[in-house]
């Protein structure tokens, strides 16, 4: 299995919170990306990275920010958590952004 | 239009049975195309990559019809492990597009 961790595994917060989730990679993949998950949408990018400090937004980047300072790691924020944001997060990584993704194991957030 | 089409299913086969899944794309751009199969509150896992000649592995065989942007997945002798969400996955420009998943389940 790929290298990949998320952490936290599992998190209940309160609306108007910030929330960071950490993905961390040992594989030293140069693509790192974040996805919801949410029933009848399956997997949604919000952001993905190309390279440290190299960010873009996906389909549903709307209360969300990343930061990649390192090749490793791939920090989601919301800055202000909703309700509507309760989901179950994956991040991925691939080599070259066209060969096959990765998944970590996920992380529940639940916002109430 | 959505980026990916499946049919969501459910698919409940008899063991041993042999089952196929479709999937379209809108972008006849797309340049790569998987399956993966993700199991109940799990991340999704690769299956397979699906090459423009065709590909197999053991029981799995995948096909991909870029003039129809269509793209099939064959299981024969299914077994009770098979038991999964199948999502057909695509590539664009560094970007992943994902269906809803095509549910399977073998029954004994």
């Known amino acids: 299995d790929a290298g990949i961790t998320q952490s936290p595994r599992h998190k209940v917060t309160e609306t108007g919170t910030p929330v960071t989730l950490r993905c961390h990679q040992t594989e030293n993949h140069r693509y790192m990306y974040w996805y919801r998950q949410d029933p009848g949408h399956g997997l949604r990018l919000i952001h993905y990275s190309y390279g440290v400090k190299d960010t873009d937004k996906g389909e549903v980047s709307d209360g969300y920010s990343v930061s990649r300072s390192k090749t490793e790691d791939f920090l989601l924020t919301l800055e202000s958590a909703t309700s509507s944001q309760t989901s179950v997060y994956f991040c991925?990584?691939?080599?070259?952004?066209?060969?096959?993704?990765?998944f970590g194991p996920g992380t529940r957030l639940t916002v109430l | 239009r959505k980026e990916v089409e499946q049919d969501p299913g459910p698919f409940n086969v008899p063991e041993g049975a042999t089952v196929a899944f479709n999937c379209t794309y809108s972008?006849?751009?797309?340049?790569?195309f998987f399956w993966y199969r993700q199991d109940c509150r799990k991340e999704p896992k690769l299956l397979m990559s699906v090459y423009s000649s065709g590909n197999e592995d053991g029981r799995f065989t995948a096909q991909l019809n870029r003039a129809s942007q269509y793209i099939s997945l064959l299981i024969r002798d299914s077994k009770l492990s098979d038991s999964a969400t199948y999502l057909c996955v695509v590539n664009r420009g560094n970007q992943f597009y994902f269906g809803t998943g095509t549910s399977l389940t073998v029954i004994p």
């Open positions: 991925a990584i691939s080599d070259r952004g066209y060969n096959e993704q990765f």
């Open positions: 972008n006849s751009a797309s340049q790569s």
